[in-house]
C-alpha cells in the first residue's frame, strides 16, 4: 500500500510518499511559498538525489497538481501511476473536542474542521485547502485527517479546564486542548521500543521543542497533560510565541500602547518569545552563538527556556508520581546539545543525570543518560509524517474489512 502524506501550511506544503509495506519513504519534498512569488517545489528521492521545480503556484492546488505530476514523472517520478496511491493522510492542527483519533474525511469531518477555524486561524484553514484541493485532484482516493490534538483527549477534566465561568467552556468549549500529541505519541511508543518495554507501563515526559515547544505527561500510554492550551499560544517561550503570561498583560498593553486585538495577537504570536527576549533571533543557533560572543539577552533568552522546560518536567514528575523516561525530540530537542545538557544540570533530585559525551549527539536515536541513572534520558528524531501514514494505513484497511 502507498499513502502520500500531506502536511499543509498557509504558504508551504510538505509531502511524503510512504511503501507501507517496509513503512519507507519513497519521495518527500516542499513546496514553498505558494501564493507568493518565486515559488518552487524542492523534491527528494531515495537515496537523497533532490531537485527544485521552478514554478509559479498561485494556490495549494497548484501545488498539489505540481507534487502529482513529480511523482509520475520520467526523470524524478517513484510512481509508475498517479493511481498508485491508495490513500493520503492530512496534518491538520486543531481537531477540538470531537476528534480523539484520526478519522476517514467526511463532508461533516470538514464542516468540523471549518468551525475550528476561530481557533486556529493559522493552522486550519490551510489544512482544509489541503484537503479539498486533493479531494479535486483525486476523487476516489480515501483521505484521512489525523489531528495534532487527537492524543490529548485523554487529559482528565480537572487539567483540562481553564479557570473561568463554567458557561466558557459550555457555551464556547474554551479549555485546554494540547498540541504536538502526533509528535508526542510517535517517540513516547517508540521509547518503549528502544527500551525493550511497552510503553503503556513507563511513565514518560516528552519534551517536543522546535519553533513550535511544547511538553507532554504519558502515563498508562495516556497523555495526562501538555503545556499547549486552547490553542498553541500557550506554555512554554517559544521561538516567537510568548508562552504562558499574565492575562492581565494583554489589556494593560492594549490600554498603554493603544493595540488592536490584531496588534496583539501578532506581539504575542510572532514577536516575542526568545526572539522578543533577545532581539536577535528566534533560532537556538543563534543565540548560542551571539551568547557565546557576550550578548546578555541572548544568553537571558535561552536561560529563560531551559528554566521553564525544567519547571514543566518538576510539576509533570509530580503529576505522574515518578518518572521513567524523559524524552527530547524536534529541532531543537533533537540537535540542541547545550540546551539538553542545561536543561538536565542539577536534576539529581528527579533521578535525571546525563552522560556529556552520550549527549554529544544530533538527530539520532540515542539514550543519553548515564549508566544506571532511575530516569532513561533519550533523543529520539520525531516523525510525524509516519504516524500519518500508519493511522491512514489502518483506518482504510479497517474500511476495507467492513
Ligand atoms: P523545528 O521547529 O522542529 O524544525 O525546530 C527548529 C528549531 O530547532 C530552530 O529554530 C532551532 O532553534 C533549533 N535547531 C535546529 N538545529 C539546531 C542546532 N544544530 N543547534 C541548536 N538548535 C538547533
Known amino acids: 500500500m502507498k499513502i502520500l502524506v500531506i502536511n499543509c501550511g498557509s504558504s508551504s506544503l510538505k509531502y511524503q510518499v510512504f511503501n507501507m509495506e517496509a513503512e519507507n519513504v519513497l519521495a518527500k519534498g516542499i513546496a514553498e511559498r505558494i501564493g507568493i512569488n518565486n515559488s518552487f517545489l524542492k523534491h527528494e528521492i531515495k537515496d537523497g538525489e533532490k531537485v527544485i521545480i521552478e514554478e509559479e503556484l498561485k494556490d495549494h492546488q497548484q501545488a498539489i497538481e505540481l507534487i502529482l505530476q513529480t511523482l509520475v514523472s520520467s526523470k524524478h517520478g517513484v510512481l509508475n501511476d498517479i493511481t498508485e496511491i491508495n490513500a493520503v493522510g492530512h496534518r491538520v492542527a486543531h481537531g477540538g473536542h470531537k476528534f480523539s483519533s484520526s478519522v476517514i474525511i467526511t463532508e461533516e469531518v470538514k464542516e468540523d474542521i471549518r468551525e475550528l477555524f476561530i481557533v486556529a486561524p493559522l493552522h486550519n484553514p490551510p489544512n482544509l485547502q ?32 481553564y479557570g473561568l465561568p463554567y458557561e466558557c467552556y459550555e457555551k464556547y468549549k474554551i479549555r485546554k486542548y494540547g498540541f504536538h500529541g502526533t509528535s508526542h505519541k510517535y517517540v513516547a511508543q517508540r521509547a518503549g521500543e528502544l527500551l525493550g518495554q511497552s510503553w503503556d507501563q513507563l511513565k514518560i515526559i516528552s519534551c517536543h521543542l522546535g519553533n513550535g515547544a511544547s511538553i507532554t505527561a ?14 498553541p499560544l500557550e506554555g512554554l517561550i517559544m521561538g516567537t510565541r510568548s508562552g504562558d503570561i499574565d492575562p492581565a498583560i494583554v489589556s494593560f498593553l492594549m490600554i498603554k500602547e493603544n493595540m488592536n486585538i490584531k496588534e496583539i495577537e501578532s506581539l504575542l504570536n510572532k514577536k516575542s518569545g526568545v526572539l522578543g527576549i533577545s532581539g536577535i533571533s528566534s533560532d537556538f543557533r543563534d543565540l548560542e552563538e551571539a551568547s557565546k560572543k557576550g550578548n546578555e539577552r541572548a544568553r537571558l533568552a535561552i536561560d529563560m527556556f531551559v528554566h521553564d522546560v525544567k519547571l514543566h518536567i518538576g510539576a509533570y ?16 530537542g533533537e540537535n540542541g546539545i547545550e540546551v539538553r545538557k542545561n536543561i538536565c544540570i542539577n536534576m539529581e533530585a528527579l533521578g535525571i543525570t546525563i552522560d556529556e559525551t552520550k549527549n554529544y549527539v544530533r538527530c539520532k536515536e540515542v539514550e543519553i543518560s548515564k549508566n544506571g541513572a532511575k530516569v532513561k534520558v533519550l533523543v529520539i528524531p520525531t516523525n510525524e509524517e509516519l504516524m500519518i501514514a500508519r493511522d491512514t494505513k489502518n483506518l482504510v484497511v479497517a474500511r476495507q474489512l467492513t
Do not use: C, R, W
Open 130 to 161: 489541503g484537503i479539498e484541493a486533493m479531494e479535486k485532484l483525486l476523487p476516489d482516493v480515501p483521505q484521512v485527517a489525523v489531528f495534532d490534538t487527537a492524543f490529548h483527549q485523554t487529559m482528565p477534566k480537572y487539567a483540562y479546564l
Open 218 to 231: 504519558i502515563k498508562d500510554g495516556k497523555s495526562l497533560e501538555n503545556t499547549m492550551g486552547f490553542t
Open 317 to 332: 514528575t509530580a503529576i505522574l508520581e515518578g518518572l521513567d523516561v524523559l524524552i527530547f525530540t524536534a529541532g531543537l
